[in-house]
């Protein structure tokens, strides 16, 4: 992706930066000239990441659970100390596991919830008040999911995804005229290291239940990202952009 140095010297932290889609929107954002600070809650996963991405820039990892206030503050403390200020927040860090809602259990529910909504909640509400709002300017990105016929065998993450759509839209105008710019990104069936935490069963095949047949690749998701944190969409706000090789108008996509 061309993007004219769009990025040159900007900060940008990547939640979930330390596997799969994350990885490779921290390294996109390298490439192309970015400073990055990626998180999870898993140190060694981290390392490994940090070992392969260093050589394409400066990039270090922080220990966030994006559920837990204290540890996103003490994020924020550390961008802060290190750089002063924050360009771009890529809330990509998430995920659930597949259950017929009457087998959720209280917990089970919680936990979704809490790691995708709560979560990106807390996380972007902690950077607004530390950085965005204070510099009148940042950029937001959601990653969600393809929601868009509902999603039933998930219907945890498709309610907190929705609630991160709902939420893209109250914030793009909540802080418009503070220069903040927010959108979400719904990726389809993507090839990641997310994909292989699924059933056998569940994914074989699954590739034919895309129009274009084939899966996304993580760097699919990563050029939208780009495109919406750069001057390209400097006129798009409160927008998700799906990036599901059209899944989500044709067809069933999940036999239940
Ligand atoms: C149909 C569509 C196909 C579709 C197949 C294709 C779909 C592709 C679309 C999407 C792909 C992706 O998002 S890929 C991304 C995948 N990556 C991730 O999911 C990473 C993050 N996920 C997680 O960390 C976990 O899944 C999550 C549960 C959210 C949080 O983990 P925690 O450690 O906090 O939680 P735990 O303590 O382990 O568990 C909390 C409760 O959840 C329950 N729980 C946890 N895993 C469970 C499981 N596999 N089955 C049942 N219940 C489970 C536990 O039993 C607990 O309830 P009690 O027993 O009652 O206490
Ligand atoms: N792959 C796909 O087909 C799709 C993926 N998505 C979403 O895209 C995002 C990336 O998924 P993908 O790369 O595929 O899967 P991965 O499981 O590889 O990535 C998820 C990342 O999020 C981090 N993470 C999860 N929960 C937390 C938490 N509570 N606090 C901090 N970090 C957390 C994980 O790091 P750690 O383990 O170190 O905490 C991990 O690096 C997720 O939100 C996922 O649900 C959406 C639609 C489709």
Redesign the pocket.
Known sequence: MILQDSFQDQIVLV??????????IAKQFLTNGAKVVI?????E??QK?IEKLQDAGEVTYQ??????QEQIQQLADYIKEKYGRLDILV??????FPSLAKDLSFNGWTSVI???LN?TFYMTQTMANTFFLEQKKGNIVN????IFKGFPGMSH?GAA?AGVDNLTKSLAIEWARQGIKINAV????????????YPKELVEGIAKTVPVNE??S?DD?AHAVLFLASPYAKFITGETLYVDGGQRLWGDVFTL
């Open positions: 939640t979930g930066g330390g596997s799969g889609i994350g990885f490779s998180t999870g809650r898993n140190e996963k981290l990441a220990i966030c659970d994006i559920r837990e809330n990509n860090a998430g995920g659930q809490n790691n995708n979560g990653i969600i999911a393809n993450t995804r719904a990726p389809g069936i993507i090839q990641s290291t997310g994909l292989e935490r899966l996304g993580t998701v």
